[in-house]
C-alpha cells in the first residue's frame, strides 16, 4: 500500500485507475476518511468487509461525484430528497433512497434502499470525476477504520486502522485533516417526511427549513441494518466515561473553559462546537497513543452540530461494554 500526501492530477487519475482495478483506495472527505471500492465490483466491495472486519449485512455508502448521477443509483426520488441535494450536496450528507438495479444486495446489505453521497473535500470530487471519466459510475465508502472503532480524520490515522490489512496495490490518499470531523447525516427519504438516522453536520432545522416539512429525528429506535446506528461504535481502546470527574491517570476532552484537574492529561479544548466536532476522533486517538486507559469527555450542550457529537460520545461509551464478556 502507498500513501500518497498532496495528490496531483496524476496521481488522482492513477487512484481512479486503481479504483476501477478492483483495489481499495482510502480518500479524504470533509466528514471523515472513507475505504473506497468500485461499487459496482463484487469482489472489490467484498474486501472493503475483510480489510474493516465489518459484517456484511451492513450496507455501504455510495459516492457519486454530482447530483447528476443520482438516478443511476437511485428511483422514485422524492421532491424534498431533490430540494435536500440542491441545497446540501456537496457537502456532509447522505440520502437514502429506493435503489435502482445498479445497486445490488452487496451494497444494500439486501435491502432495497440505497445510501447516496456527494462529498465536498477537494480531493473526493476530484477522485469521483476521474472515476467518472474512466467509466465508473460510484464508489462504496465506509469510515476508514477497523469495525467498532474511532473514524480517521487523518491520513495517518487511516494507516494506523488499516495498513496492515491492505495490500500493495490499495491506496491512501492524503488530504489533511477532515474539516467537519465527524460523520455525515444520514436522512432516510422513503417516506413522505424525511427521518434522520444520524445525525451530524445538516442539522434537523436546517433539514427542515430546506424542505419545509416537519422531519423525523428516529434516535435508536429504528431496527435498521447500519453500524453507526448500533449502541457500541465509535470506541477507542480506552474506556470513554461522560460527564465524570477525571481523577490523575485520566484523559481529558472538554470545552475551553473547563478546566484542567491536576494529574489529569488534556487530550482537547476545542474553542467550538464547531471544533470540538473536527478535534475529537484525534484526541480518542491520541489518548490511546498515550496508553491513557480511560478518557472523561464533558460532551458540548445544545441543539445541531452537538447533538450529532453527544450522539457519537454515547456510543463510545457504551462501546465499553465490548470489554466486558457476553454470553453468545
Ligand atoms: O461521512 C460519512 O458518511 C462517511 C464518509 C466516508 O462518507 N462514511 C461513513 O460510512 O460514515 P459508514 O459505512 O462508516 O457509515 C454509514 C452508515 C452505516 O451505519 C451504514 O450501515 C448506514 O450508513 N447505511 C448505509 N446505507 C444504508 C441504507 N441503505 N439504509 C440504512 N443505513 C444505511
Ligand atoms: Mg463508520
Not at 450536496?89 to 445498479?102: A, D, V
Not at 464547531?274 to 478518557?295: V, W
Request: aromatic residues 6%.
Amino acid at each position: 500500500m502507498e500513501i500518497i500526501s498532496n495528490p496531483t492530477q496524476d496521481d488522482i487519475k492513477k487512484a481512479a485507475k486503481a479504483l476501477k482495478d478492483g483495489h481499495l483506495v482510502a480518500f479524504p472527505t470533509e466528514t471523515v476518511y472513507g475505504l473506497g471500492a468500485d461499487a459496482t465490483n463484487e469482489k472489490a466491495v467484498s474486501r472493503i468487509y475483510s480489510v474493516k472486519g465489518r459484517p456484511t449485512d451492513h450496507p455501504l455508502i455510495v459516492h457519486i461525484s454530482s447530483t447528476n448521477q443520482l438516478d443511476k443509483w437511485a428511483i422514485d426520488i422524492p421532491q424534498f430528497a431533490f430540494k435536500l441535494a440542491n441545497e446540501f450536496w456537496p457537502g456532509p450528507m447522505t440520502l437514502i433512497l429506493k435503489r435502482s438495479n445498479l445497486a445490488k444486495d452487496f451494497i444494500t446489505g439486501s435491502q432495497n434502499n440505497v445510501g447516496v453521497r456527494v462529498p465536498v473535500h477537494p480531493t473526493a470530487l476530484a477522485l469521483l470525476a476521474k472515476f467518472d471519466e474512466a467509466g465508473g459510475y460510484g464508489v462504496a465508502a465506509p469510515s476508514a477504520n477497523r469495525f467498532g472503532a474511532v473514524s480517521p480524520t487523518t491520513s495517518a490515522a487511516v494507516d494506523e486502522e488499516l495498513g496492515d490489512y491492505l495490500e500493495r496495490e490499495d491506496l491512501i490518499l492524503d488530504g489533511g485533516q477532515s474539516q467537519v470531523g465527524i460523520e455525515s447525516t444520514i436522512i432516510d427519504c422513503t417516506n413522505s417526511v424525511p427521518k434522520v438516522l444520524r445525525p451530524g453536520a445538516i442539522t434537523l432545522d436546517m433539514i427542515e427549513t430546506v424542505t419545509t416539512l416537519k422531519s423525523i429525528s428516529s434516535g435508536n429506535e429504528i431496527k435498521i441494518k447500519a453500524s453507526g446506528l448500533l449502541d457500541s461504535h465509535y470506541s477507542p481502546k480506552a474506556i470513554v466515561v461522560l460527564n465524570s470527574l477525571p481523577i490523575p491517570g485520566d484523559g481529558f476532552i472538554a470545552l475551553e473553559h473547563i478546566s484542567t484537574p491536576n494529574g489529569v492529561t488534556r487530550l482537547a479544548s476545542p474553542k467550538n462546537i464547531e471544533q470540538y466536532a473536527k478535534k475529537l476522533y484525534l484526541a480518542l486517538r491520541s489518548g490511546d497513543q498515550h496508553g491513557i486507559k480511560r478518557i472523561v469527555v464533558i460532551p458540548p450542550e445544545g441543539d445541531g452540530l452537538a447533538e450529532a457529537i453527544r450522539d457519537r460520545l454515547s456510543k463510545s461509551e457504551s462501546g465499553n461494554l465490548n470489554e466486558l464478556p457476553t454470553l453468545e
